[in-house]
């Protein structure tokens, strides 16, 4: 059974929001959705929305030298980000892999499951792949399990610190 997400401007309902994509967000619309539905699959399912039009943001952690760097990855959700080969070579790192999801939540100041691009720390990468950089729209995650945000993928491509780049291999 698919549900109707009811899209709204997301200034308009602050309280679908994490506190730091609150701040930041300007042009993007916000629907209200299930909590226990805010992994890709099981939205898409319930709420009709094809995997094509989905954007997962990845939190990467990149070591070289004793030092750690973070970085954002989105992606399509059909897609899976190639951390150990493109991302690695791009950020100069010896060594990177997903960042622990408390470290993740801790870092980003949002919920695991709805971490976005939007709002994280100003000196943090955000690698956007080539296909969500060219959708029109993409459904991705707000800071929060229960709301999804829908911006253009030049939003996307546009933000501070942004990097357009093939991320799957």
Request: glycine share 8%.
């Amino acid at each position: 059974m698919n549900e109707k997400l009811v899209w709204v401007r997301a200034s308009d309902r602050p309280d679908l929001l994490a506190d730091p994509v609150r701040q930041a967000v300007q042009e993007a619309e916000v629907a209200e959705i299930d909590p226990e539905l805010a992994d890709t699959a099981a939205f898409c399912e319930r709420y009709g929305v094809a995997l094509e039009a989905s954007a997962n943001c990845v939190i990467v952690a990149a070591k070289r030298g004793g030092e750690t760097r973070y970085a954002a990855c989105m992606v399509l959700a059909t897609m899976r980000v190639d951390v150990n080969g493109i991302v690695r070579k791009h950020l100069d790192a010896r060594k990177a892999s997903f960042a622990p999801m408390d470290q993740a939540v801790e870092l980003t100041g949002m919920e695991y499951g709805g971490i976005t691009p939007i709002g994280l720390p100003d000196d943090w990468p955000i690698l956007v792949d080539v296909n969500v950089a060219a959708l029109d729209w993409a459904v991705i995650g707000s800071g929060v399990r229960r709301s999804k945000l829908a911006v253009s993928g030049a939003t996307l491509a546009g933000l501070k610190g942004a990097e357009v780049l093939a991320l799957a291999n």
